[in-house]
């Protein structure tokens, strides 16, 4: 797909360094800190500079200006064809030719510096992933035909008539927008190319999931599609502000009607036509990438854009093994702590069928799950303080995941709310099935999807002012995964888990993690099947068979994407034990998370570089 939406995952550009913060620090060649206030010029270039860059940028995407709270091309989808792709990274070339040659790197700040690096670090990431393009799995669970309906009902706000017009203009894309990604589909079975055959499966659910109901069809279970229904509760909303009148009311639903009914619903209905056809030619049983034209470097390439480093497969694995061990003891000591009799596997089968342990299957079970985690949210709240010198402004929701695009057993996610604190960020969880979430993984999930986790820190990431504004958006999934995960741990230290059984679902969660490491490389680098993933997650953990057996079709549909959680805790706890060892007594903790999270989620390398620098000037 674009470009832009991997810039954006990796890094948005823009800078506004005014020299306010505190002083900056570099080394001099005798190996002594100096104060380099006096290069704050370049840097102030350079930020101005890479202000008009991220603008430019921006352009490119209107769906990414949205989701930052922009009104600007408020009317456009983005553009999804290899043409759109190939004038965003031609754009990007040209971007830092530039500023090679128009700054000097050597009269940068520190900070100057980190973004120079950054900004040059987005254009070699996209570069690697140019003969990678058609690797890419465009219609599986969650691809563009769930995707933009989502956009749509859940980013693009309609405050005023003008709003309104904007979001017909939108529905009247996306004919276009499912066109321009089926061309590429086809083009990539074509090339060999195609997604399990459960992918397959997702999509095709999807589709029919977003176009049942009023006005594609009628059904007694679900009288409007999801697109209708929000178009009601958005037009209803201008009327009773009194911005439009009931006749104006009137002709918004007959024009959303004929552009459903019409273009948008003859769209889908080819891609349907085309994933039924084409799921023939798959196999019947699940395989890696390894299988693929060119499929062994396209996992290396994988791997290292999700973890940031340069680890090959059998590194991960044996990674991922060593770490499984370790957990496991610490697991069989809770057990023993807990007072179960019986062997670890005893008890993993224990927690699996427990009643106790799993919420009620009804309206009533689920509030009570909102009401436990919004408990567990409230308790860590009052705590951050101890650990944090900056905290968030955004507000935290947590809610269940739209109909259309809910699944039985698929994780929990967050989204991130808008940089000025109009739209809140969301903790989203799948509650079609309450079976796959256990009382005693409740409090672990809230912490990596909510505080101190994903909201925390990506929050503080969109709310910071004392650093270059590009590095506000900022995306390397090893950080942003790693903190989230690194902060299960932490929550432990701020006083969370003080039930013994969700000490023990902490544990399962730090175990899921380390078992995708081994699961991952072994499905992508050495051949396992579907069944002998499921067999190693299920001997090695207390997750349920339905929650298992979704995760393990994540893996095959997102290759390398589940290695960047382990990788990118070990290497931010590395980094803080390297600062206790070498600060001692003057070691910290608030100090040592501001230091993490105050420069964006940066690549690993880049971040321990800036952990270690703050422990030069501290010292």
């Known amino acids: 797909m674009r470009l832009l939406i991997l810039l954006f995952i990796l890094v948005i550009g823009g800078c506004n360094d005014t020299g306010s913060g505190p002083p900056s620090f570099s080394e001099d060649a005798s190996g002594t800190f100096v104060d380099d206030r006096s290069l704050e010029s370049e840097t102030q270039k350079l930020g101005h500079w890479l202000d008009d860059q991220w603008e430019q940028q921006l352009d490119f995407s209107p769906e990414s200006r949205t989701y930052l709270g922009s009104k600007k091309n408020y009317d456009l989808l983005d553009d999804y064809t290899p043409e759109g792709a190939e004038d965003q990274l031609a754009w990007l070339r040209n971007s830092v030719n530039l500023m090679e040659q128009d700054f000097s790197f050597e009269e940068l700040t520190e900070d100057g510096k980190l973004s120079w690096e950054m900004w040059k670090y987005s254009l070699e990431r996209a570069e690697r992933g140019v003969p990678f393009r058609g ?14 309906p989502n956009f749509l009902i859940n980013l693009h706000r309609v405050d005023a008539p003008e709003d309104m017009d904007a979001y017909l203009s939108r529905l009247g894309e996306i004919d276009r927008v499912l066109s321009e990604v089926l061309i590429e589909s086809k083009k990539n079975a074509e090339d060999g190319i195609r997604q399990p055959r459960f992918a397959y499966d997702f999509a095709i659910d ?8 009023f006005p594609f069809n009628t059904s007694d279970d679900i009288p409007n599609s999801p697109l209708w229904a929000d178009v009601q509760v958005k037009i209803s909303s201008l009327l009773e502000r009194n911005l439009i009148s009931e006749s104006e009311a009137q002709s918004y639903r007959e024009q959303v009607k004929l552009i459903l009914e019409g273009e948008v619903f003859d769209e889908y209905k080819r891609v349907l036509a085309w994933l039924e056809a084409d799921k023939q030619n798959t196999s019947k049983f699940a395989q890696g990438v390894w299988a693929l034209p060119d499929g062994r470097d396209y996992y290396a390439y994988r791997l290292e854009q999700m973890t940031t480093l340069s680890l090959s497969a059998d590194e991960i694995h044996q990674i991922g ?7 496991l003891a610490e697991m069989n000591e809770l057990k023993n702590v807990i007072g179960f009799e019986g062997e670890l596997n005893d008890f993993f089968q224990f927690i699996r069928q427990d009643a106790t342990n799993y919420y009620e299957d009804s309206d009533s079970g689920r509030e009570a799950y909102l009401k436990d985690n919004y408990t567990y949210l409230d308790m860590i709240n009052k705590k951050l303080p101890d650990y944090f010198g900056r905290l968030p402004n955004a507000n935290l929701e947590i809610r269940r995941v739209e109909a259309f695009r809910e699944q039985d057993g698929a994780a929990q996610h967050y989204r991130s709310g808008t940089p000025d604190g109009s739209r809140p960020g969301v903790y989203y969880s799948h509650m079609s099935d309450m079976s796959s979430l256990p009382k005693h993984q409740v409090e672990d999930v809230l912490y990596h999807e909510g505080n101190p986790g994903h909201h925390m820190q990506i929050s503080i990431q969109q709310e910071l002012d004392d650093v270059p504004l ?3 958006q900022y995306r390397t999934t090893a950080f942003v995964e790693g903190w989230g995960l690194y902060a299960e741990n932490l929550a432990k230290e701020m006083g969370g888990f003080e039930n013994p059984m969700s000490d023990f679902g902490r544990l399962s969660g730090e175990i899921w993690r380390a078992i995708r490491l081994v699961v991952d490389t072994g499905i992508h680098a050495k ?21 298992i057996r979704s995760e393990i079709k994540r893996y095959f549909a997102s290759p390398g994407q589940a290695t960047a959680y382990k990788i990118g805790m070990l290497n931010i706890q590395e980094a803080r034990h390297n600062a206790e060892r070498a600060l001692g007594e003057k070691f910290k903790i608030k100090e040592f998370h501001d230091v993490i999270l105050g420069a964006g989620a940066l690549p690993l390398q880049l971040m321990h570089d800036r952990v270690e620098r703050w422990v030069a000037e501290s010292l």
């Open 470 to 472: 590009f590095r506000t």
């Open 527 to 547: 051949g396992w099947t579907e069944e002998q993933a499921v067999e190693y997650f299920f001997d090695n953990s207390d997750s349920s068979i339905a929650t």
């Open 321 to 327: 093994l060593a770490e499984v061990a370790r957990l």
């Open 135 to 148: 690797h890419r799995y465009l219609f599986g669970r969650g691809g563009i035909h769930a995707s933009i």
């Open 206 to 213: 999807e589709i029919k999931r977003v176009t049942t109901g």
